[in-house]
T-cell receptor
Framework: DAKTTQPTSMDCAEGRAANLPCNHSTISGNEYVYWYRQIHSQGPQYIIHGLKNNETNEMASLIITEDRKSSTLILPHATLRDTAVYYCIVRTPDNAGNNRKLIWGLGTSLAVNP | GAVVSQHPSRVICKSGTSVKIECRSLDFQATTMFWYRQFPKKSLMLMATSNEGSKATYEQGVEKDKFLINHASLTLSTLTVTSAHPEDSSFYIC?????????????FGPGTRLTVL
């Protein structure tokens, strides 16, 4: 089962910041939070990941609360091409005990409107 | 960097035939590759994990004799759907991790749409 909870859908106006929340209240100390997005009929695209510090790259910023039970992905200036399903994933151990398996939930469907 | 390709992007086949899908890491060596499938309006479901030169580890409920995975080199993994049936119609996606970066970030291919008639 997915270990994260995200809103089913969100809307954002073009040019404004999109803030996508994610709850991961059962996250353990060595688990990372990953964000991916999937544009319709394409493979997922890696966005960003973090452990406990806030992270920023050319695509987005990731804000993780101090207790690590939730996080927010921020797209600072959303464009129409950011319309996609955004997945927040907590990395869990695979069958061999290695921390590599990704468990996918249903994500948040973000619609960026003109 | 970290580009993953898949071929073909789309395939239509008759029931009972076998279909091979290739997944390649173009600019890095993929120590581990993953195969997923996705049904319409559903999330990605991991099918199997494969490491170069060893047998794939299949997820519970995935038939290893039906979905043959070969990871013969650090840049290529193949998924063969044997004796395909209409219920195997799905979007198949591979991903790979770059063993050279020391991280386990998965980079995904563009997917292969399989339609079995």
């Amino acid at each position: 089962d997915a270990k994260t909870t995200q809103p089913t859908s969100m809307d954002c106006a073009e040019g404004r910041a999109a803030n996508l929340p994610c709850n991961h209240s059962t996250i353990s100390g060595n688990e990372y939070v990953y964000w991916y997005r999937q544009i319709h009929s394409q493979g997922p695209q890696y966005i960003i990941h973090g452990l406990k510090n806030n992270e920023t790259n050319e695509m987005a910023s990731l804000i993780i609360t101090e207790d690590r039970k939730s996080s927010t992905l921020i797209l600072p200036h959303a464009t129409l091409r950011d319309t996609a399903v955004y997945y927040c994933i907590v990395r869990t151990p695979d069958n061999a005990g290695n921390n590599r398996k990704l468990i996918w939930g249903l994500g948040t469907s973000l619609a960026v409107n003109p | 960097g970290a580009v993953v390709s898949q071929h073909p992007s789309r395939v239509i086949c008759k029931s009972g035939t076998s279909v091979k899908i290739e997944c390649r890491s173009l600019d890095f060596q993929a120590t581990t590759m993953f195969w997923y499938r996705q049904f319409p309006k559903k999330s990605l479901m991991l099918m199997a994990t494969s490491n170069e030169g060893s047998k794939a580890t299949y997820e519970q409920g995935v038939e290893k004799d039906k979905f043959l995975i070969n990871h013969a080199s650090l840049t290529l993994s193949t998924l063969t759907v044997t004796s395909a049936h209409p219920e195997d119609s799905s979007f198949y996606i591979c991903s790979a991790t770059d063993g050279g970066t020391g991280t386990d970030t998965q980079y995904f291919g563009p997917g292969t749409r399989l339609t079995v008639l």
